[in-house]
């Protein structure tokens, strides 16, 4: 259960540092490069749960991207979920989904879990679908 980002605070796993819009323009790109290249690759049983680790990261970059510009750095993952849901940056249901995303990936990376080929598909999708909305809220913050 993701607590309350003031928890995270609290208990150093996230750190508040200096704005760096370089590194948040960074982040982004990084997430859209990696949300290009796997849109591009032809997904199977071996590779489905690679590439929806990927989906995920491509979202989560991005959202570090949008923590950058508020000056906060995550140590965990949760606190970036709760970072989210502090923010408003992001639909309660969409939050929901990427939270239910990171569990799964946590699983796949330290438990081998395989991802199934429709799973894999539907987080493409909405990494596909939530990365221009964090990069419109992006261009909004960076104009502040």
């Known amino acids: ?39 591009k690759e032809e997904i199977n049983d071996r590779n489905a749960s690679l590439i929806f680790e990927d989906a995920y990261e491509a979202v989560r970059e991005a959202s570090q991207a949008l ?30 989904i990427l939270n239910n995303y990171r569990i799964l990936r946590n699983k796949s990376v330290y438990q081998a879990e395989k991802i199934s080929i ?9 990494a596909k679908e939530v990365l221009p909305e964090i990069k419109k809220k992006f261009e909004e913050l960076i104009k502040r």
């Open 67 to 96: 923590m950058q510009l508020d000056r906060y750095k995550p140590l965990s993952h949760e606190a970036l979920i709760a970072f989210l849901i502090n923010t408003d940056y992001l639909p309660p249901e969409k939050i929901n």
């Open 118 to 126: 429709n799973k894999c598909r539907e987080s493409m999708k909405f």
């Open 1 to 39: 259960m993701i607590k309350p980002f003031e928890y995270y605070e609290k208990e150093r796993q996230v750190e508040k540092t200096i704005e760096n819009i370089s590194l948040a323009k960074s982040l982004l790109e990084k997430a859209e490069i990696r949300l290009n290249r796997i849109l």
